[in-house]
């Protein structure tokens, strides 16, 4: 029997929280920064090593891809998602939503749910917060989200209230078809775009169903940078202090490190990953293109404090000629240090928040980092 | 001060030879097949795996593609090839002679040597059996290539006793070029199709140039299996018995078998790399093909007998998902496995022939493998 779910708050500076998640795959230190596994795989990352040498904690699976290929039910026969994929740690899982709104052809929503194209054979589906439930039990998802739409941007008061009051019916009924089993946890997501009055509502519709951690959706889909970072505090103040609370799909370094300054525990991006594919690479200095001549014959690390195994063993030559060439190698050696950056950068927030730190070392953080 | 490059032959079973060689970065244990990593990488693994994990003695890279970019100027002011990308062992170049022949647009020969545009940037060259000598100088090559033409097949035996001969001055060229320094080796390449006169010319030709060893070339170019199998022992048997053996290019494990049979040592070949790229396994069974349906939901390994990292955490059902999503991982893992394969041979190979059984082990495989 699994210990079941939990999160203890282990200190607090200012609004920033350091804190301990406990799950029937393992525990997860917070702030943390959860790698995105899109199709079962950390895009260029040996799973092992993920754990092994980048000491990441939980990583994210999307509902939407894994339940078109390899299947759900595929994945459920193998013995669920850690098994399939040799990650043996904790798994959030997107609801699916997000991905059906952003790549998905001819959807058709109703109050039942989302009908629409599979983009890789155009067949037709219908994802609902029931089913999108059911995917994530299959899948084996240590946290299942629940299913919402996420509001677009821009959009009136009006349309974003609708939104999110569709976003709640949704909610009821995931919560509704979730099957609680000890050390699993499901999130419910708090939407509203960028007007605090209908943020408030969310959550209070969102605490009545009493999910083990909530979700800020929504934000980071297009508004300016300013906005995005007003919302993040304007958001998370509103969530009990007493469960995880988890920033979707944000963002640049300073993002995250202005979002730990404003009480989130939980952050997941493609952007580490994505941007070390076209050779755009996260260092203490600030942001490096690898494909620029300058790196040609630069014998240097790709970041000078950086201690993983690709600045510890290739120099920025080496990375710029596997880049050009479009060497797997490249991939692989550039996604492990983006990765690097990002998690070693939640340790320090959360070094720094246990040592009453946070504010020095945050400002000292962002003056380097976008 | 390094040891002198020396080939040590420390057991016989038939013609099979079980030897050792000493270089300036290493020593290799004979019969030995070298991954190949054409432009500096050897595709899809990084170089520090190939080593602890995979047990890799010796790697090839191709003068050519590394001439072109980064360019051996390069290369050499970041320390050498084994510096600049992270591989310490020994390194085997080939002499680019092969690529310009298969790659190069607009060759024009000469008695000085091959005039060819690039087909990077469509800019002139003009590589000699002098400036690839140099070339292979610079990358730091442990182990350098004469510079030769590859006789095309089919050809007529009078065009084949003008390439052979072409070669073997250009062999003399070479060998006037290379500078000797210990724990370095520069090998001749016997040439001469399918003709055992002038394969016999061609080994009187390099005998007298005293090469530290000898390579068989100008085989597996198109001819049929019956005949590639008849002409490597003839080949083989014309080489002296001091001197380490190599046959460019080949081949599959079956022809591995044989030749090791027929007294060869060393081999080189893209298909375990380029296979594991398209699907195409290696196993104890046979050749697989990972994109097939019947491994969908096929919770076994890739290869039942087999101890590498991907046999041992995952299953053909997930790696068929991985290939069909052509996600990296699947280039990762796939390709761990057809070099672990290829090296694991090798290893069986080395063993049979000290303990005397390798007509019986050999006799096994070739049951199963192509």
Redesign the interface.
Known sequence: MNAPFSFTLLSQSGQARRGRITTAHGTIETPIFMPVGT???V??????LLKTELQAQIILGNTFHLYL??GHQ?VQ???GLQK???WPGPILTDSGGFQVFSLAKLRKMSEDGVTFQSPIDGSTHHLTPEFSTQIQHALNATITMAFDECTPYPCTEAQAAESMRLSMRWAQRSRSAFIQRAGYAQFGIQQGSLFPSLRKESTEKLLDLDFEGYAIGGLAVGEPSEQLHEAIPMAANLLPQNKPRYLMGVGYPSDLIKAVLAGVDMFDCVLPTRNARNGTIFTCEGVIKIKNAEH??A?VKLDPQCTC?TCQ???R??L???H??D???A???LTHHNLHFYLTLMQTLRNAIENQTIQTVAHQLLQTYR
Not at 43 to 48: C, E, F, L, S, V
């Open positions: 199709v079962g795989s895009k260029a990352i040996r799973p092992d290929r390899p595929t026969k193998l013995g399939f994929m040799n040609k014959e014998d195994h063993n290739y120099s030559a080496y710029h000629h596997l050009k060439e060497e797997i190698l991939h692989i050696l």
